[in-house]
């Protein structure tokens, strides 16, 4: 018995839409790497990038559990020495709310080549509006 390899040409990738609203960030950010990096389909290639397209709506409505919206901490450097800065999770989710989606999922994917690739199938908007509409994505709910 054979093992089949898929390539990238091989298969049609589908747009997807999510509502995150009122989602637990960790759970709906494991469901959508999954999704990105194609391991629900039965032909899943590990060296391929197989995955769909998601576009994530109502960013600024995911919700995290216990306290984490006051104790939960992003860190960023400058590169110059003192340059740590850090956000809660209350005060990113006020600014920019697409970026919190975009670093858990990204913190999920797989460190290597592919996951510049499976990050820009990732599409999070604020809100009910995407400029996706043409794609016709389908709606599912996780």
């Known amino acids: 018995m054979k093992t089949k390899s898929y390539k990238n040409t091989d298969l049609e990738k589908k747009w997807l839409l999510l509502d995150a609203t009122d989602k ?3 759970r709906l950010s494991a469901k959508i790497s ?3 990096m194609g391991k629900n389909k039965a032909q899943y290639t590990p060296h391929n990038d197989l995955g769909d397209y998601i576009v994530v709506i ?3 409505k995911v919700k995290v559990t216990g306290n984490k919206d006051i104790q939960k901490k ?4 400058s590169g110059y020495p003192g340059g740590l800065k850090s956000s809660t999770f209350s005060e990113i989710i006020e ?3 697409q970026d919190i989606i975009l670093k858990a999922v990204k913190g999920m994917l797989p460190k290597n080549k592919l996951s510049n690739s499976m990050i820009s199938k990732l599409k999070v908007y604020k809100g ?3 400029p996706h509409i043409g794609q016709n994505p389908h709606k599912i709910d996780l």
Not at 74 to 77: A, D, E, I, T, V
């Open 24 to 26: 637990t960030l960790g």
């Open 34 to 36: 999954t999704i990105l």
């Open 58 to 60: 109502n960013a600024e």
């Open 74 to 77: 992003y860190y960023r450097h």
């Open 95 to 97: 600014k920019n709310p």
């Open 128 to 130: 009910e509006n995407h």
